[in-house]
């Protein structure tokens, strides 16, 4: 008798298992296929017209076309980000909440900042890689400077003499020249802008030597011969402006510096939301239209899978901690 209990409580423990995990199965797939069931906030850390809002908007409206339910973009600007960033690292972890993220976010504020409402790390979920971006360095043409090497030279003669404009503190062309001061040991002033719209115009107009941006930014006043370009970040040429050299071409082997933005949610969504919202945007990026978009502005489709992108960003906090610290980059 104590055996046939045993055996039935076996049996029915194994049934009791079996009807779990098919519940959980089922609960899973609904979720998936339930989701969004309310309008998605998409969380912008920059202005309205800024090139993260551009790009936010841009998707927010691909997204609302491919799924039939609203994207909304609300935008969170201030504090390198950081107010966006905590916004949504607070928000229910039910993917209704999505975050642009950039390395400024998420491998520089947390840094630069002496406090911020997250952890860039056990905060968020890493959802997809949306977009790669090279950034270009140009100079006004009376500086006589045609190469990085030139302009490396030049620093070294004329310590804290020049200066570069930037579209602001902690922003990714800024990080960019502070490694290669870094690595070079040179001495360059930064004059941070806020936006690069405006840091262009400065540079155009004489005001600082140099400017580091993006090639949309600032591709169209080289072409028209007022800055000229001497180098770009990637560790390949981009193929907008393929006749400029890489830094590690030039003067620094191993130099990479790439402006990324990605979606973030809240930590703890549930597997099959995060997988949904990522088969979603990576099927927005793989159409012919977006990526022809994307060559226009000189970008790159993201191409990285949720692990992938999660090591990444891990790797892209390591490298800018280590700048932040090493340069003593504050807060304006």
């Known amino acids: 008798a104590q055996r046939e209990e045993t055996m039935i409580t076996r049996r029915d423990f194994a049934a009791g298992t079996a009807i779990t995990g098919l519940s959980a199965m089922v609960g899973q797939a609904f979720a998936q296929s339930d989701y969004p ?26 997204l609302s076309k491919l799924t039939g339910k609203n994207f909304l973009v ?11 960033a905590e916004l949504v690292a607070k928000a229910p972890p039910d993917g209704h909440s999505l975050y642009l993220a950039s ?19 056990k905060d968020f979920a890493t959802v997809v890689l949306v977009s790669q971006n090279p950034l270009l360095v140009v100079v006004h043409p009376s500086l006589g400077v045609k190469t990085m090497k030139e302009l490396v030279a030049l620093a070294k003669a004329r310590p804290g003499d020049l200066n570069f ?7 990714s062309p800024h990080m960019s020249m502070e490694l290669l001061k870094t690595m070079t040991g040179i001495d360059l002033v930064h004059i941070p802008y806020t936006g690069g ?8 107009g004489g005001q600082v030597q140099l400017n580091i941006g993006t090639t949309v930014g600032v591709l169209p006043h080289v072409r028209s011969g007022k800055l000229r370009a001497i180098a770009v970040t990637t560790a390949t040429r981009s193929p907008a402006a393929p006749d400029v050299p ?20 809240p930590a703890g969504l549930p ?18 239209d977006v990526r022809d978009q994307y060559e226009k502005l000189g ?29 003593d980059i504050k807060p304006l």
């Open 37 to 62: 069931n309310q309008p998605v906030r998409c969380i912008c850390m920059f202005p309205p017209g800024s090139g993260a809002d551009v790009l936010v908007r841009f998707f927010a409206n691909k």
């Open 74 to 84: 609300e935008n969170r600007a201030g504090a390198t980000g950081t107010i966006g």
């Open 103 to 121: 390395q400024t976010t998420h491998a520089v504020a947390p840094y630069m900042y002496a406090k911020v409402g997250y952890d860039p790390i």
């Open 165 to 171: 404009a930037t579209g602001g503190q902690g922003s």
């Open 197 to 204: 719209g405006l840091a262009v115009t400065a540079a155009i």
């Open 246 to 265: 890489t830094f590690a071409e030039q003067v620094l082997p191993g130099f990479e510096v790439v402006q990324w933005y990605g979606v973030f949610t």
């Open 271 to 288: 597997p099959p939301v995060l997988q949904k919202i990522n088969a979603d945007t990576n099927r927005v990026l793989q159409r012919a």
């Open 299 to 327: 970008m790159t489709p993201g191409a990285m899978g949720m692990e992938e992108f999660g090591r990444f960003v891990r790797s892209e906090i390591a490298k800018y901690q280590k700048i932040v610290k090493q340069a």
